[in-house]
């Protein structure tokens, strides 16, 4: 039997909750999962449509089992968010073969919901809004459809469910701002590693071309002062020491990547001018809270510099996280290196690269000192006919020799390499350092973006009594990358969108406006914790009394919006006023009270006649014809004015 047309419409709403919750987690679902959701979903469209049978119960069972397979067979588990989202759409996908009754579309319901809340938890970018916004909407309006009741339009449902939503939102907004939030990342839930885009632990020929055509940003950064100008914008992040002629690597010793906890820190002394800057850095695989050159530790327990200046996490950055930090360029180190660092730092596979090593051992016997063998190799890079190019050729087992007497074109991870092999072949401690370069500058939002495709590679080296010091062998074959802003650079610079925004000014414009307003989400909402909650409660003349403080903001605005609802439903609560006959009618009622003599409330007017009758003939006497005339106009065709006011007279009469 076919359901009426409202009702096959009402129906529709779960189905509609269902397909948006699970397009917002589309990113990490099973390739096979929304294919399967929508044949389900066609399926049972039109099976109601048509009146056809569900499938057998073991049907059903053997599918369900066959979905729980392939999710085992997708992701090797159960457990974790994509694993687990994965899981529910494929079971609620199920359930549509046997959806008939209300308790079934509350359970469907109830999965929608909680895939809506794993997308939140997975994904707060901006730009999702409107789809959660969506998906919540429908939710509501099934659940309103659900609750009984004479069936009624889609259309009905979604337009009172908005109207209840919107009641709801100021509370949501008071919860957001004034309920106490506990530090750290309680409602953080672990994303997977190969969703991140950015720098790692381990540097390869290719590794930063590929970051290079990244238009994804790795960080934001808002100045007190003036940024410091391009040149200067080195934004440091893992540092590598072991290499394999190939490949480089962090050292896993102590003070390094493993040794965070109990790490020797570094002994900088923070020297003149600073910059002063607050920092949202996008999450990343490599532990790392990538800052400007330099930088003091933030005050967060969580974070501590290692013995080679990097401000490393003790805990994954799995979401995006706010830094406020103060950077020294000017920061000296007047430690001496200890035996075990420099033999980290001049170790060199025994087997590779021999043109080098013997090219820097002669060149390093013609230099006076240290410092003048390291002028004289970046002299011969600036000199030499080397091609900056994000596309060179592939380099072999000999990279640095056919690199410095081969093909002379590569990028940044190509010349550090060679650089820092060259200083280790002469002698002296060399380690690359990966991390970000220059950045764009945001007028609208008034911070510099820091985009994948400013990731960049240098070499430090050491040199006595002034210990390490940055060198940048990019610099030398290509100085126009580092003095400019990356839309600025032509052919060979920048991905086609990059040379895109930078032939169209407008355009630019726009992705500024854009970026500003999710740097606004990013920091103001997403990045919206406790501390920033007492903040805007003092603002507000709570004062600062911590806890108590969100309390009483928290109560304050909690009966303002009770207020506010009570007012605005208002007339719906109001009972009708009884019209003049009623009134009258009321009174006698009221006389017949006092007199122990009352009307029962389910007990009609002639049913009550004919009940005194029995008991009191003479009062029934004189009531029965006023109330067969309060029928007759209560209850019958319509009268005339005269026979109204006639009625009126003669019930003030009654006694």
Same mark, same amino acid.
């Given at each position: %039997? ?8 009402? %129906? ?32 049972? &469209? ?156 381990? %540097? ?25 100008? &391009? ?56 532990? !790392? ?142 380690? &690359? ?64 969108? !990059? ?11 726009? %992705? ?36 108590? !403080? ?106």
């Amino acid at each position: %039997m076919k359901p009426p047309g409202a009702q096959r419409s009402a %129906m529709l709403l779960p189905i509609l909750a269902l397909l948006a919750a699970a397009l917002a987690n589309a990113h990490h679902l099973a390739w096979w999962c929304l294919p399967m959701l929508a044949l389900a979903t066609a399926w049972h &469209v039109r099976a109601v449509l048509n009146g056809l049978p569900q499938p057998a119960r073991t049907a059903r069972i053997a599918f369900a089992l066959f979905l729980t397979t392939g999710v085992l067979l997708s992701f090797r588990t159960l457990n974790g968010l994509a694993a687990g989202a994965t899981l529910l759409v494929a079971m609620t996908a199920a359930k549509l073969f046997e959806a008939r009754s209300r308790r079934d579309w509350y359970v469907i319901c109830g999965a929608t919901l909680f895939l809506l809340l794993a997308a939140c938890l997975d994904r707060q970018e901006l730009w999702r809004l409107p789809l959660y916004a969506l998906c919540l909407w429908l939710s509501a309006a099934s659940m309103r459809g659900l609750a009984g009741g004479a069936p009624l339009p889609a259309v009905t449902h979604l337009r009172e469910s908005a109207r209840q939503l919107a009641w709801a939102l100021p509370l949501a907004i008071l919860c957001f701002l004034f309920f106490p939030r506990l530090p750290g990342a309680f409602w953080s839930v672990a994303g997977d590693d190969e969703a991140i885009t950015g720098l790692s632990e381990e %540097m390869s020929p290719g590794r930063i071309a590929r970051l290079a055509e990244s238009d994804e940003p790795a960080l934001r950064a808002r100045f007190d002062g003036a940024p410091p100008p &391009v040149a200067q914008r080195y934004w440091r992040g893992p540092v590598l020491h072991d290499f394999d002629g190939y490949t480089w690597r962090r050292h896993r010793g102590a003070g390094q990547r493993d040794g965070v906890a109990g790490a020797a820190g570094a002994t900088l002394e923070y020297v003149g001018p600073a910059y002063h800057y607050s920092e949202t850095l996008q999450p990343n695989t490599h532990g !790392t809270v990538v800052a400007l050159e330099l930088s003091r530790p933030p005050a967060d327990p969580y974070v501590a510099q290692s013995a080679d200046y990097q401000l490393l996490a003790r805990r994954p950055i799995l979401q995006a996280r706010s830094y406020e930090l103060t950077a020294y360029p000017q920061a000296v180190d007047r430690a001496e290196l200890s035996d075990a660092a420099r033999q980290v730092d001049l170790a060199l596979p025994p087997d590779r690269n021999p043109r080098a090593r013997a090219f820097a051992q002669r060149l390093r016997a013609q230099s006076a000192d240290d410092a003048a063998f390291v002028a004289s190799v970046l002299a011969f890079l600036r000199d030499g006919g080397f091609v900056y190019t994000l596309e060179p050729q592939r380099l072999g087992r000999d990279s640095a020799d056919e690199l410095l007497f081969g093909t002379r074109q590569g990028f940044c991870g190509h010349y550090a390499s060679a650089f820092v092999d060259l200083m280790r072949a002469a002698g002296i401690p060399a380690r &690359v350092v990966t991390g970000y370069q220059g950045g764009e500058w945001n007028p609208i939002g008034g911070y510099l973006l820091v985009r994948q495709k400013h990731a960049h590679a240098w070499a430090e080296v050491w040199l006595p009594g002034r210990g390490w010091q940055r060198t940048d062998p990019t610099a030398m074959v290509a100085p126009e990358r580092l003095s400019r802003e990356l839309l600025q650079f032509g052919d060979g610079f920048g991905s086609n969108a !990059t040379s895109l925004l930078g032939s169209r000014p407008w355009l630019t414009t726009a %992705m500024q406006a854009w970026d500003a307003l999710n740097s606004w989400w990013q920091d103001d909402v997403v990045g919206f914790n406790f501390a920033r909650q007492l903040g805007l409660a003092e603002r507000l003349g709570f004062g600062d009394r911590d806890w108590q !403080t969100l309390a009483i903001a928290l109560g304050a605005g909690l009966c303002a919006w009770l207020a506010w609802i009570a007012w605005s439903v208002r007339r719906l609560a109001r009972v009708a006023r009884p019209d003049a006959i009623g009134r009258a009618w009321r009174r006698i009622d009221k006389r017949l009270a006092r007199a122990g003599l009352a009307r029962a409330d389910h007990e009609g007017v002639l049913a009550y006649c004919e009940r005194l009758a029995a008991a009191h003939p003479a009062v029934a006497e004189g009531l029965r014809p006023l109330a067969h005339r309060y029928v007759q106009l209560r209850y019958g065709p319509p009268t005339t004015p005269a026979e109204q006011r006639e009625f009126l007279r003669a019930a003030r009469a009654y006694r």
